[in-house]
T-cell receptor
Framework: ELKVEQNPLFLSMQEGKNYTIYCNYS?????LYWYRQDPGKSLESLFV???NGAVKQEGRLMASLDTKARLSTLHITAAVHDLSATYFC?????????WGAGTKLIIKP | NAGVTQTPKFQVLKTGQSMTLQCAQD?????MSWYRQDPGMGLRLIHY???????DQGEVPNGYNVSRSTTEDFPLRLLSAAPSQTSVYFC????????????FGPGTRLTVT
């Protein structure tokens, strides 16, 4: 069975702190996506990671992919309140995206 | 470019009713898909299409039908609505080749009573 597991599922943190969200998956894939979702809204693409060792950064967010370990990480640096949202990872398996359950991130001032 | 559009935004159905959720994209994308999102869960793929006239089932296809007569449109039909189909439905599209980024519509919030 294809599984994508995110942890933690819920994270409450203070502004200015660093933290990492982990995404483990159970099947071979060299494409992984990170999305952000605000309450009641659609999904916004953050990163598309296309190969082993891929690292992408945008502002305070950095994502990486290790296809051998079947692990991706989303690192948040010096968190700010505006980054509060739910973050999803999804693994591409032959035209189908398999999604993690999401990490709800709350950043307190 | 409107991107991916979905109608309606909200819908309430009674058990046993049927309806069609509309999805359209103006980016000439080959690949389109339908997902449902339930509270506390990630998205689950219902059906997808890799081009006009070609559709296939995803993870949770039961109770839903799709067709793809044009590149632009990919409607999702609920045959006989059930309370278990209460969910938020998202349509998405992406281009072919190495255009891997997937674009999502705004979603349809469906309640079945």
């Amino acid at each position: 069975e294809l599984k994508v597991e995110q942890n933690p599922l819920f994270l409450s943190m203070q502004e200015g702190k660093n933290y990492t969200i982990y995404c483990n998956y159970s099947t071979t894939s060299d494409r992984l996506y990170w999305y952000r979702q605000d309450p009641g809204k659609s999904l916004e693409s953050l990163f598309v990671l296309l190969s082993n060792g891929a690292v992408k950064q945008e502002g305070r967010l950095m994502a990486s992919l290790d296809t051998k370990a079947r692990l991706s990480t989303l690192h948040i640096t010096a968190a700010v309140h505006d980054l509060s949202a739910t973050y999803f990872c999804a693994v591409d398996v032959v035209y189908q995206l398999i999604w993690g359950a999401g990490t709800k991130l709350i950043i307190k001032p | 470019n409107a991107g991916v559009t979905q109608t309606p935004k909200f819908q309430v159905l009674k058990t046993g009713q049927s309806m069609t959720l509309q999805c359209a994209q103006d980016m000439n994308h080959e690949y389109m898909s339908w997902y449902r999102q339930d509270p506390g869960m990630g998205l689950r793929l219902i059906h997808y299409s890799v081009g006009a006239g070609i559709t296939d089932q995803g993870e949770v296809p039961n109770g839903y039908n799709v067709s793809r007569s044009t590149t632009e449109d990919f409607p999702l039909r609920l045959l006989s609505a059930a309370p278990s189909q209460t969910s938020v439905y998202f349509c998405a599209s992406r281009g072919g080749g190495r255009a891997y980024e997937q674009y999502f519509g705004p979603g349809t919030r469906l309640t079945v009573t």
